[in-house]
């Protein structure tokens, strides 16, 4: 498969598709974006992650990615949440539960920026149902909720800096 003009080759089923989503935002109108990305995957199963990192980095000033940092119990590195450390409009997120303990599912390690509550996160599931699933994807909606509406009362952050605010708390 080719994106960019690059050759992709990879062992992870749906990686193609994902980068051409992030490439299609920059056909978007938006002046600032939240990207929530609720999918990890192993470095080494990826392969070589520079399409994802060069996607991500050329919307360095109109979006902002806050990414789950998986649910693998390990500090293995996944992707994108490992891009932590190389990228400005990037935030990793891990999951903690009502004891703001980090959940026994979630990924960790240095490249994690914040922690959110991530267990038994109530929903509609369909059909005027409820579930509750438990996962860092349903720690990521909250972190990029709260850019939003940081954003809504002051734009003109860029990405980096509504990433700092974020972090620092």
């Known amino acids: 498969t080719n994106v960019l003009g690059k050759k992709v080759t990879t062992l992870v089923t749906g990686y ?12 978007l109108s938006f002046e600032r974006m939240v990207v929530n990305s609720s999918f990890s995957y192993d ?15 050329s919307l360095t000033n109109r979006a902002l ?5 998986g649910n693998t119990r390990n500090a ?9 450390k190389e990228v400005t409009n990037l935030i990793t997120v891990a999951s903690i539960g009502k004891d703001r303990r980090l959940s026994a599912f979630s ?15 109530c ?17 990521t909606p909250l972190v990029g909720g709260v850019a939003l509406a ?20």
């Open 43 to 57: 470095v080494e199963a990826l392969g070589d992650p520079t399409l994802m990192k060069e996607a991500i980095e």
């Open 16 to 27: 193609e598709e994902i980068l051409k989503a992030y490439i299609a935002l920059h056909n």
């Open 76 to 84: 293995v590195p996944q992707y994108p949440a490992v891009l932590s």
């Open 107 to 121: 990924s960790f390690g240095p490249w994690v920026n914040l922690v959110a509550p991530g267990e038994k996160i």
């Open 65 to 69: 990615f806050v990414v789950a940092a």
């Open 150 to 169: 940081t954003w809504k009362l002051s734009p003109t952050p860029t990405p980096r800096e509504m990433r700092q605010i974020i972090i620092a708390g």
């Open 123 to 139: 929903s509609t599931a369909g059909d005027g149902q409820y579930s509750c699933p438990s996962g860092t994807s349903l720690s």
